[in-house]
């Protein structure tokens, strides 16, 4: 039991490159998450899907695009990168969509635009 | 909109040491509240949560009690260890995303 896994660890791009960083996660959940991590401002949630077919919009939204491939994978992506794009990524899953649900998250993806 | 402060840090303790970390909150609902826990090149994981008010968290040795008269959340260990060095976030849940606080820098000498 894996929980939720996410590749690349590190990624190092170029401004206007495009790129995917994929989530998968093996506990059955319905809702999956991504969020930005950025030194001094926390986590904050760029898009989620509350089950297979759906996604939503989070609090920054802009830049990126998400897919819900199957209840188990949930991508994000980088059209065209750009450097305020440098950040930490994770993801996270939770079994529903609810107040009371404990997110479990993944160990996260290094991204440099430069 | 919903928010959280959490005190600036880094919070520097020596071991067995109490650790206050404190957490307050801003919601138009009643929200569940989280503490998560992410430790150097990790991920975050939950540490203790509480869904309504006057229930406290455990978890660890730390706890935290839901206030809602004093909007807070804050966490507490009476003595911290070396391996509780890490980075710690409270959060609510408002409809389901998790809305966190800026983290606090825990380190703990030995």
Known sequence: ?114 | GDSVTQMEGPVTLSEEAFLTINCTYTATGYPSLFWYVQYPGEGLQLLLKATKADDKGSNKGFEATYRKETTSFHLEKGSVQVSDSAVYFCALSDGGALIFGKGTTLSVSS
């Open chain 1, 1 to 114: 039991n894996a929980g939720v896994t996410q590749t690349p660890k590190f990624q190092v791009l170029k401004t206007g490159q495009s790129m995917t960083l994929q989530c998968a996660q093996d506990m059955n959940h319905n809702s999956m998450y991504w969020y930005r991590q950025d030194p001094g401002m926390g986590l904050r949630l760029i898009y989620y899907s509350a089950s297979e077919g759906t996604t939503d919009k989070g609090e920054v939204p802009n830049g990126y695009n998400v897919s819900r491939l199957n209840k188990r994978e949930f991508s994000l992506r980088l059209e065209s990168a750009a450097p305020s794009q440098t950040s930490v990524y994770f993801c996270a899953s939770s079994e529903e969509r609810g107040d009371q649900e404990t997110q479990y998250f993944g160990p996260g993806t290094r991204l440099l635009v430069l």
